[in-house]
């Protein structure tokens, strides 16, 4: 490895343990509470080395945003190739549980801690609305598929409200997964708790006579993935914070 790559190898590992020390404790005391300073000495570096990778504490916050928020978009992403959305939505809940479970720190940062009210940048206005970067865009439109093809109750026409109503089912089972910490009751597996929800939901929001998630791929091939359409609605709120500037869910 020549000298630049390795000036290049080092300089991403400084930005990427700053990126995580923040996260912890943004996620710990809250981003207000939390200075640069703060940062820089949880990981033994002097303040002006951080502000070698991040000028501010804001431009910070927006790299964890678009890094995290982007990880979890790719990772529900891979189920994208799924023909029926209804499986797909059901996928993508356990999925999400996973992702929570697997990144607690990323989650905690991400949806249960509240986010400063700043707008959105360039970047964010072309992520919001494609489901292929967007986690919330690529749920709203599978639920929007699934209402398309008579999945659903006739009286979820509403793709955002459906949308919302799943995640916030989700939401409460990844919360409670990586933070429910005590011996008072024992707790199921994470995996098994997502299922059930996940499968509760389904048979709340499935139109009678309908086929079960997953009847489509059993006798058809995939599909390609989900299409990047637009899409309208509160694509950047937090299940905590109506003031959130992150791509979604």
């Known amino acids: 490895m020549g000298t630049q790559e390795r000036r290049e ?8 343990k700053i990126l995580d020390a923040a996260r912890e404790l943004f996620a710990k005391e809250g981003i207000e509470a939390v ?3 703060r940062i820089a000495e949880r990981i033994e570096y002097s303040p002006t080395a951080l502000y070698l990778h991040f000028p501010d504490k804001e431009s910070l916050f927006r790299e964890l945003c678009r890094s995290d928020f982007a990880g979890l978009a790719l990772h529900l992403n891979e189920l994208a190739p799924v023909r029926d959305p209804l499986e797909r939505i059901r996928r993508m809940g356990e999925a999400y549980v996973r992702f929570a479970v697997e990144h607690p720190n990323h989650y905690r940062f991400m949806f249960m801690t509240e986010h400063p009210d700043v707008p959105l940048d360039d970047q964010q206005q072309c992520t919001k609305g494609d489901p292929e970067k967007d986690a919330y865009a690529f749920l709203r439109a599978s639920c929007a598929e699934a209402i398309a093809a008579g999945q659903v109750r006739d009286d979820l026409h509403d793709a955002d409200l459906l949308a919302q109503t799943l995640w916030a089912g ?27 929800m996940t499968q509760a939901l389904m048979r709340g929001i499935r139109r009678e006579g309908a086929a079960a998630p997953g009847a489509a791929d059993a006798h058809a091939g995939k599909a390609p993935p989900v299409a990047a359409a637009k899409t309208g ?5 937090s299940p905590r914070s109506s003031r959130s500037p992150r791509p979604r869910p």
Do not use: N
Not at 181 to 189: G, T, V
Not at 233 to 237: C, L
């Open 35 to 37: 200075s640069m300073r």
């Open 170 to 196: 989700v939401h409460g089972v990844a919360a409670l997964c990586i933070d429910r910490k005590e011996s008072w009751i024992q707790m199921h597996d994470p995996d098994v708790l997502a299922t059930h």
């Open 9 to 16: 190898r080092e300089r991403h590992e400084r930005r990427t």
């Open 233 to 237: 609605g509160p694509v950047r709120k």
